[in-house]
């Protein structure tokens, strides 16, 4: 039976523990909770969601992409990438989340443009000779963008860990039954999925991966800054 069968049958039965007949009323609640039970659920479960989407054109750059279906997903929704127009997203899922996703993808989106330009100073005079000033492979072609793309990959690597744990960590401060509640976090995405099957001709795909090489100080730079940045969209930037 299928998560949504399933749910359809427990609010049958829901629907018909209100029978004036009271022994069919009695065996249809009695069922009902039984099958609550049996399936981790709770009737907050049974709460039909109200999806609904929102576009967004990004900035060039494969690590937003990942930033963004890192929230997505860990929100229970799904990043549709336009065919032929990488650059063109909609971001489908559960109304009541949509504007926190958004929120906090563009908090850390333009906290992550501006710790790039930082980082990348602090770099560039970290790695500075006092006798021969900067070093020669700093000025190699394509050295600059490899590393800044190499840094916010690590940033956001780590960015999406912490969201993961996050909702582990939660999960296991309120609920009982951690796998049980998490099971339904999983089933709150399989909806999203299911209803871009039957509502839009597009279907989720994966987004492009980096380009180039990953320079080590750059993503361990990344890490370290995606371990210290807000994941509830709150923090603005100094200075801006």
């Excluded at 401060?173 to 099971?183: G, I, K």
Aim: aromatic residues 6%; charged residues 25%.
């Amino acid at each position: 039976m299928t998560d949504d069968a399933l749910l359809a049958k427990i609010r049958k039965l829901l629907a018909l523990s209100q029978s004036p007949n009271e022994h069919e009323a009695v065996l249809a609640a009695a069922r009902a909770q039984a099958l609550l039970t049996e399936h981790g659920l709770s009737l907050g479960d049974l709460e039909e969601t109200e999806h609904a989407h929102f576009d967004y054109l990004l900035s060039t750059g494969v690590w937003r992409y990942h930033l963004l279906g890192g929230i997505a997903q860990v929100n229970g929704c799904v990043v549709l990438l336009r065919q032929g127009n990488n650059q063109f997203v909609r971001i489908v899922g559960a109304a009541s989340v949509l504007d926190g996703v958004k929120t906090l993808f563009e908090t850390l989106q333009d906290l992550l443009a501006h710790l790039t330009e930082v980082e990348w100073r602090a770099h560039v005079l970290g790695s500075m000779d006092p006798w021969y000033g900067v070093y020669p492979s700093l000025l190699e072609p394509g050295y600059e963008p490899e590393w800044r793309e190499s840094f916010l990959t690590g940033a956001t690597v780590r960015v999406m860990e912490r969201l993961f744990q996050a909702r582990q960590e939660t999960v296991e401060a309120h609920e009982s039954d951690t796998s049980q509640a998490l099971m339904r976090l999983d089933q709150q995405l399989i909806r999203s999925k299911d209803f871009v099957k039957a509502n839009y001709a597009t279907e989720a795909i994966d987004p492009p991966l980096p380009e180039g090489r990953l320079h080590r100080s750059g993503l361990r730079a990344g890490e370290a800054v995606g371990d210290t940045l807000p994941l509830t969209g709150q923090r603005r930037i100094k200075g801006k």
